[in-house]
């Protein structure tokens, strides 16, 4: 399948690359495929884009929580995650979306609404955690920068 992407160009990706947002993503209920892309020629590379597979230009930079918060450990009803599948810990993934703005050092990550994908279905929903300490707008440039300097 021929994708156009906002910062990839044009990309040719294999079915099993497609993840499916029933209930799309919060905001964006309307855009149900998507796809997970990164720079190939980085060494390494924390930070990837969730695509939209429908909508060129709507592309969501994504990271792993552990890389921001070692202690990420959202608590979710169970029922908000039954319609991807069942989930074990060979098959789950968990992204948190990012927000860049022009001055970098106040780059921030939504603790409070994973996106929670399951690698076998490939059925992917994003849901509100019940953790009451978690923040929509947690901050992680000096997190990323202390990483880097380690």
Sequence with gaps: MLVKT???GEVDLPEEKILTFDRGLIGLS???QYTILY???KEETNICWLQSVDEPTLALPIIKPLLVKEDY????????LTHIGELTEENLVIFLTMTVPSDITQMS???KAPIIINADTRKAAQIMVENQDYEV????YDVLKS???E
């Design 6 to 8: 906002k910062f990839f």
């Design 30 to 32: 309307d855009y149900k």
């Design 39 to 41: 720079d190939v020629e």
């Design 73 to 80: 450990n959202p608590v979710v009803e169970d029922e908000l």
């Design 109 to 111: 990550v939504n603790l």
């Design 137 to 140: 707008k947690y901050k992680i």
């Design 147 to 149: 990483k880097g300097e």
